[in-house]
C-alpha cells in the first residue's frame, strides 16, 4: 500500500477539489497519503481545507491534508501532481467568448479550438510550463496530471519543453459510452466495447461491440428507426463519416463551422447552446452553495467515488496495479495518421 504526496494545483476550485478530494480517500490503497492543495486564493484554499479535513473524518480513512499558498512549497518532494487552473479566471474567459461573438462568430464552449481556445491555451501554456519547470527541480519523477483546457496544447507544450511526464484526462468519452449503454439497453460492463482514437474534445468511436454484436451496424439501424434526435451533431456526423464523435455536441461543433452559424441559429437548430459567462457563474454560485452545505452540516458528504479517473490512476501507479482508462498521452502510434509527438486522445494502459 502506497502513500504518496499528492499535490493539487488548483485547490481553492469549489467544482474539482471537493470531488478529487472524496475520491482519493475513498482508495484504500492511498491510506496514509499526503494532500497539499495549492490556490492564490487563500479564502476558497481555507475553506477546501476544512472541506477536506471533514471528508476524512467522515471516510474513517488515515490521510494528511494540508494548503499552502506557496507553488514551490507545495511540489517540494510531490510523486502527483494534479492541475485544474484557469488562467485569468471567468474574467478572461469572457474576452474570449463575448469579442468573437461581436464579429459573429458563435462558440458553445469556447475552451478547445477557434479563438476562445487559442486565447486560452495563450494564457494557460506559459503559467503551465512554469510549473512543470518547478517540477523538474522539486520533484522530478512526479507525475503532472493535467484537467485543464485547452488539453491537448497544454500537455504538448509540457512534454515538448519538459521532461515531465504528464497525462490528459477527460470524462468526455466515457459520457458518450453510457449515452450508449442506454441506447442498446446494456446494464452490464462486459457487453459494451468501443475503440477510439482522436484528440481531446474530438475522439472518434472507430468501434463498438456489443453483445459480440457489431455495435456501429446496430446504431445505424437505431438511426435509421429513430432519426437524430439524441446527440444531433454527433449523429449527424455518425452518418457522414461512420464512426461516432466520442465527446458531448458542444465541444464537437465547435470543429466543425456549419454547426454554429447564423442559419443554424448559433446552434440551437442541431440542439447546441452557447455556454455564457452568466451560465457559468449560476454554475459556480452552485457549487459554493453545495459546498458550505457540506461544511455547515446542511448537505451530507458521501464518501463514494465519482466516475472521474485521476484516484484510479494515481493508485494504479502507485501500487503497481493495472488500470485501463481513456489517456491524452503523446503519440508514439496510438494513431498512426497524426504526428508522433502530438498528444492524441486513446484507451491506455496504467500500472
Sequence with gaps: MANPKIVLIGGGSYAWTPTI?????????????????????????DVMLSLGRKMIERSGRTFMVEATTDRRRALQDAEFVILTISTGGLEAMRHDLEIPLRHGIYQSVGDTVGPGG?????????????????????CADAWFINYSNPMSTICRAVTKVTRMRTIGLCHGLNEVIWMLKDIFN?????????????????????GITVRGEDGLRLLREYVERNGV??????????????????TGDRHVAEFFSHFLTKDADAGLKYGVRLTTIEDRQRSRAR????????????????IARSEESVSRIISAIANGRREIDVLNLPNEGQVYNLPRDAIVETYGVVG
Design 287 to 302: 457549487d459554493f452553495e453545495r459546498v458550505n452545505g457540506m461544511l455547515s452540516g446542511d448537505v451530507a458528504i458521501e
Design 229 to 246: 434526435s439524441i446527440s444531433p451533431v454527433k449523429m449527424e456526423l455518425f452518418k457522414a463519416f461512420g464512426s461516432l464523435p466520442g
Design 186 to 206: 446494456v446494464e452490464h460492463d462486459g457487453e459494451l466495447h468501443v475503440r477510439a482514437a482522436g484528440i481531446n474534445h474530438l475522439p472518434w468511436i472507430i
Design 118 to 138: 487559442i486565447s486560452r491555451g495563450l494564457r494557460n501554456i506559459p503559467v503551465v510550463v512554469g510549473m512543470a519547470r518547478d517540477m523538474e527541480e522539486l
Design 21 to 45: 478530494v472524496r475520491d482519493i480517500v475513498t482508495m484504500q490503497d492511498l491510506e496514509g497519503s499526503t494532500i497539499t492543495l495549492h490556490d492564490m486564493d487563500a479564502k476558497s484554499l
